[in-house]
């Protein structure tokens, strides 16, 4: 079934700190998420994704955590760059199509 | 790299005025869609094509929007009559197949309607 991953709206954080975006998802049934990012002017682009039969996924200086228990995701930015600045969306699968909710945005102060 | 092309990427129209947009996929996927997108907002899936066929058009209203792919390739979304409402970043995206099959997507086209 479908579902859509909530976010707090923005984030802001300094240049060199890890940033980490929280995303929450109502459906258990949920087998497989992605997360993508959106710069200003630009199309989503995809950044990493999880099944649900794992925990941690790693990619470039991200890594995400799948919490299961009590329906949570999380996308940790090592070393935040300033090329980081965009919306961040995480999307959950079930079956169907995906949906896109609100995301997060987040700002990388110099 | 190859990429999805869309064009015009900024489109001025008056309400009432017909508008069309173009998208040529990555090259051997299979499915396309078309997303709109408000300012704020994540993008909202319009129609997704496996091929030359409508899959899903559930949130294309269709009194003023259609969308084609006629050989399979290439597609374009058509307003005619634009409202006021449709200003928006209308987006498009191309997968392997459906399902979870990564999206890749267009840099879009913006529309402004007067």
């Known amino acids: 079934g479908e579902s859509v991953g909530l976010h707090l709206p923005t984030l802001s954080v300094q240049e060199g700190d890890n940033s980490i975006i929280n995303c929450a998802y109502s459906?258990?049934?949920?087998?497989?998420f992605i997360w993508y990012k959106q710069e200003s002017g630009k199309g989503p682009q995809f950044i990493i994704d999880?099944?649900?039969?794992?925990d941690k996924r790693q990619g470039q200086r991200v890594t995400v955590l799948l919490n299961k228990t009590v329906k949570h995701l999380s996308l940790q930015i090592a070393a935040t760059q300033p090329g980081d600045s965009a919306v961040y969306f995480c999307?959950?699968?079930?079956?169907?199509?995906?949906?896109f909710g609100q995301g997060t945005e987040l700002s990388v102060k110099p | 790299e190859a990429e999805v092309a869309q064009s015009p990427r900024y489109k001025i129209t008056e309400k009432s005025q017909a508008v069309a947009f173009w998208c040529d996929p990555i090259?051997?996927?299979?499915?396309l869609y078309w997303y709109r997108q408000i300012l704020g907002q994540g993008p909202e899936l319009l129609v997704q094509?496996?091929?030359?066929?409508?899959?899903?058009d559930s949130q294309l209203p269709k009194d003023r929007f259609s969308a084609e792919r006629l050989k399979g390739v290439d597609s374009t979304l058509k307003i005619q009559p634009a409202e006021l409402g449709d200003s928006a970043m209308y987006l498009c995206?191309?997968?392997?197949?459906?399902?979870?099959?990564?999206?890749?997507f267009g840099a879009g086209t913006r529309l402004s309607v007067l």
């Open positions: 094509f496996q091929d030359e066929s409508v899959v899903d």
């Open positions: 459906n258990s049934a949920s087998d497989y």
């Open positions: 995206a191309s997968s392997l197949g459906a399902g979870t099959d990564i999206q890749y």
């Open positions: 999880i099944r649900s039969n794992m």
């Open positions: 090259s051997g996927h299979a499915t």
């Open positions: 999307l959950p699968w079930g079956g169907g199509k995906l949906i």
